[in-house]
């Protein structure tokens, strides 16, 4: 635009049209070089204020929280009140003043509060931040004033000490911190085990740290590089802070060395601090006040899981979606409301037994390897080389080094190797659908194309088959439908179609095809009706090969219903057989009484003491001791056997 300026400046004859031009052209170019500079000015604001704002977040915050050396002394508080009582009763007012801060200080640099009503105190033995509730703060480390002239510590704490803290999880940022807001955040990340990284490591404990990783490969593996690869780029991802959305599966017997590699991460590579081991599947129970146990954890490691949970529908496949998934996880503590901190969780789970309902595409199902079960020469030798804290450091910062090299393109989800174990688990979970399909169609290499109608059919008798739970006809429409098995038409006329080939691809997809299963068509096919009567003794013979004998099959289905009704005669007969042979026994018991009373009215010479008895009553005819006394015995005799006579049949 510039250059056009110039070139109509440099002719001497200007007419209206290019004086008209030329105001335009500087019009636009003023307010290009405007709105040019205004761009310039809005992003360098910008970048300033998130400089300043990341700077401000990661600035420590100057508190005295936390600087003490020596764990806390109430005897030390309450003699620097004392003192200030007397200075202040001598008039020494300016000293006072002095003392009274030092006992703000000393409060202040032990004690904090929080928006989650808890009250954090700093412990200097342990190097580590207790929570604690307001009583227990008053009993234990505040009491009451000697009088009322006495600095009364108490008040000061709960009515002149406004600072609250936010409870975050934040592993590359200070104790205590605040944004450019004004808020201030308490981190309960206490720092990784390992802090300073040292100049260099001794090649023994090179070598020792590799048995570490020839253990995961050897049991871990199954000696399969692949699955190596991605359990290795797990754990470290793992260690150096990162979420990750999959969880490692390990099934297998005892002895066979998987919870080794656990244990050691626990002792000597993260620390007790960052891991929670438990066979308590309530932990991961968003109501339970257990969740604030995950609180500060980075592994949660689940061995031999038990709780209530695991019977109920769903049980751990709904359980474990959150702690994976979300970007934040809720902590709750008893008689507290619960918050949410940012989700660092990750995930390895362990069993000897079946734990998964369903195989997800966020669970890696590792081949657990016997090679080492039960060799104690083996595990002895590894614990003599690996057991050690300067080993446990190298495999902390070897860790982080291929973190950062071999593991910013690893993605979890999408890197996950298929596993003969994640095979087994996939198949087991396949739906009666899927089971179905798999056994009449795709392993005798054959497709589909029939009426929906009488797929639903053969489904049902198959599920009575096998003994396995059906489900609705619109369901089992959607579960085809999700899987790629094409429906067309509508109504009674909707028909299903796909080859053979398509089909095998939906399932080799899906790893529902196992080495063991065998392929081949059959002369002849079993049917699915309520036993298992053969062709020759005269059922119906159907066959699935997607051409329905619709005469037949309509037979089969009037004499279904007829067989049905016939059931239903039967019972109701059955119903009133017993009704009626209910109403002889009574009939039949009623003539026993009558015959009875009347041989024993002929045949006794006690006729009036008869005449008063109704024998209809049982607890009428039974007569206590007390009443027999002063009788003659055959007369009472008779009174107490009368009723065990009529209730025989």
Known sequence: MEKQIKKVLQSNNFTEQQIKDLSEMVIQLAEHKKEKKSKKQAKEFSDSEEEEEEKEEKKE???LYGTPKRMFNKVHLYGLIDKEFELREGKKHSKAEEVLQEIKDYVDSYFIKTFEDDIIMWDTYHKKHMPLNITTVREKYFTG????????????FANEVHLLYKKVFELNKPQLYNNKHGEHFFNTFTGFMHKERPEKFSKEVIENAKKFWDHIFIVWASRNEEQFIYIKKWLCCMIAGRKLRTLLYGRSAEGTGKSTVIEYIINYILGKHLVLQTNNCNVLVPENTQTSNLEGKMLLCLEEPTGKVLNEQGGLDNLIKDPLTNSFIGVRTMYKVGYQVKNHLNVVFFTNNKAFKKCGRRIFAMD??????QKSKYFDELRDKIMRDEVGEYLYWSAIDYFESDCKNFNEERDMPKTTAGQELSISSMHSVFEYIKDKYVLKNKGMDMRFKDFFIEYIRYCK???????????????LSDEGIRKKGSGNKLVLKIEADELLAIYKKKNWIHELDEFGEEEAELSFGDDDEKEDEGKPFLKHNGTKNKEIETKVTEVETKVAEVEKKVKTVGEQLKELEKAVNELRNEKAEKYLKRVLLDNWDYKNKFDDIEFDDASESEESEEESEGQDPREVFLL???KSLFDRK
Do not use: T
């Not at 657990?368 to 079960?373: A, H, L, R, V, Y």
């Not at 739970?469 to 579960?479: A, R």
């Open 465 to 479: 088959k096998v003994n396995r739970p059906c489900i609705k006809k619109h369901d089992v429409g959607n579960y």
């Open 145 to 156: 004033p000697k009088s009322k002239k006495h600095f009364d510590v108490r008040y000061y």
């Open 61 to 63: 915050v100057k508190h």
């Open 368 to 373: 657990i390897s016997n090679e080492k079960k």
């Open 640 to 642: 107490r056997n009368v």
